[in-house]
C-alpha cells in the first residue's frame, strides 16, 4: 500500500468529450460503460455541467436531468462531479440569485455530490451565491482557480503570478472551500511552475489541492507528474480514447509511472483497458466530430495563443459552419489582441466564447464592426471586474448603449425564477424544466416543446449512425426509402442533378431510443413519421431593398422592428445569437420594414434573408 495514494478524478464523461467532440457523446453510449467504471475506485467522476447541460438541450434533444439521474444510478458508489460557472451556472451570463439557488439545490438533490465552482475572472464577488448554495445543500464545495498567464508564457509577470495564485486560495477558503482546484483550461501550466504552485499553496492551506489541467499544447502528463511530487492530492485525468489532444492526460500511463511508489493509486490497469476498448467502439461514428484539421497531436502554437481545448473546437466546428474555416489562422491571432483589449481575462466559459466570438466578428466584419451583446456587457462590469484595466477606445464604442455596473453584477438582477415558471406554464410545471427555460429561454424553450411533444424532434437532433454504411449491392437489397429522405439539386459545371438523400439508421431503433431520452412522450413511438416542413419559398426581394442576411448560421433571436415600420440606417432590426453571443444586426438604409421572414427561435443558415428593407 502507497504512502500517499493520489486521488483520481475521471472526466471521460465530461470534459473529455467536451474537449474533443464539442460535448456530442449520448447518454446511450456512456450507459454500457458505467458500471465497470463503477467499479474501478475513482476518487471521483465528472459527469456534468460546463457544456454537457446546453449541448443536450440544444443539440441532442436529450433531458440533461434525466442524464444526471442515470449517472447516479449506475454509479452508485462513485461521487459525482459537476463544473458550475459560479453566478452563471452552466450558461454563459449572470443569472438571479433564485435561479442559482434553486439549480444548485436540485442538482445536489439529483446527484451531484462534488461541486467544482469557478468564475472566470476569478472574482469572488460572482461565487459567494453558489458557494452558499452548495453549503446548504450540505455538498462539496470545490472552488476553482482558472490558471492563466500573459504572454510572457510562464508563471509569473505582471499579472498572473504567484501573489495573485495565493491571494485567490485564501478569498477562496473564506468563502468555505472544502477543496481547491488549480484549473488550468488551456494546457498552460508548465511542469516547474506546476511544482512551484503546489508547494506554495500546500504550505499555505489545509484544503485538499486538485490540479485539472488540458494535455493541448503537450505539456500536461509531465506536469501532472511535478505536482504530484510536490504533494497535490488530486489529478484529472480522461480513459486513454477521449484523453490527450484537447482534453486530460491519459490515466493508463499515470497508472504504470506511479506503480510501487508512494503515490501508486492501486487502481486496476487492466479493467480499465477493458472499458478504454468498450469506449473506442462507440467512438467511429462521432468522427466527424473528432476529425482533427492538423496532424499533431498537440497544438504548440497554444503556448502562444493560449485557447483552451473547447474553446478550439468549437471554434473550427463554428467557422466550418461559417465557411471560413481557412481564416482559422487569423481567428488565433486576433484573439490575443481581443483579450489585451478586454484586460487579460481567463480564456475560459464564457471569457472564453465572448472573445472567440469578437474575434471571429474582428476578422469577419472588420475591427469592433459587430460588438456582441456580451462585450458590450462585460465592458459596462456586468462580469466582475477584470485582472487589468480594458482599452479604453473600445469602452467608447461599446458603451454607446449601456450603463457602468458597480458592485456586485447578480445585484442587478431581479429574480428569475417565477417569470420562468409563468413562460412556461402551458409546458411543464417541474421545476427541473423551469430551470432549462430560465438557463436558455430561447434554446431550451424549443428542447422543452420537444420534451413535451409539442413540437416533433427535429432530424438534426436525433442519434446519427455514422457507422459505414452497407453498401447496397442490388436494387432489391435497398432499403426503403423513409420520410426523412430530403431532395438536394446538385449543380456540377453546367449540369443539374436531382439527388435524394436518406439518413442511414436501423428501422426502428433510432425511434425508440430518441423517445426513451425524453421523459414524458405525449404521443407512442409508433405514431405517424413526421415529415419534414416543405421549403417555404422565399420572400420577395424588389430592387433598390435592402436585406440583412445572417451573417453567420445562428438562431434568430428576435426582432426588434414591426413589418411596416420605418428605421434609420444603423437602427437594430433583428437580435441574431451566433456562437452563442447575441448579436445586433443594424438596417443598412433608411426605409420601411417590408419583411422579416424568419419565426423567433427559428435556426438560420449563413446569408438567409432576415429582414428586407425598402427606402
Ligand atoms: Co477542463
Redesign the pocket.
Known sequence: MAKNPIKITD?TFR?GHQ?LMATRLRMEDMEPLLADMDAIGFHSMEVWG?ATFDVTTRFLGEDPWERLRTFKRLLPNTPLSMLLRGQSLVGYRAYADDVVDAFVERSAEVGVDIFRVFDALNDPVNLGQAARAVKKAKKHLQMAVCYSITEEGRLGGPIYNLKYYMAKVKEFEALGADSICI?D?GGLLAPYDAFQLVTEIKKATKVPLQL?C?YTSGMASMTVLKAMEAGVDIVDTCLAPLALRTA?PAVEPLLVTLGDTDRDPGLDLDRILEIGDKLEKVLPKYRSYLERPRSAVIDARVLKHQI???MSSNLVSQLREAGAIDRLDEVLEEITRTRKDLGYPPLVTPMSQMIGSQAVNNVLFGHYEMITGPVRDYVAGAYGTPPAAIDKDLTKLAMTDREPITGRPADNIEPELEAAREAIKGISSDIDDVLIYALYPTTGLRFLKIKHGQEPMPDEMKPEYLETPQAATNLFDAPPRSPNARQFNVFVGGEHFQVEVDPVRPVGDAVVRQVSSAATPKSPPTGAPVQAPAPSPGPEVATGDATIVAPIPGIVLKYEVEVGQHVAAGDPVVLLEAMKMENSLPSPIDGTVKALPAQRGQTVAKDVVLAIISP
Open positions: 472526466t470534459d474537449s460546463g484549473k483550461m485539472h488540458h486530460q483552451p481545448g473547447g
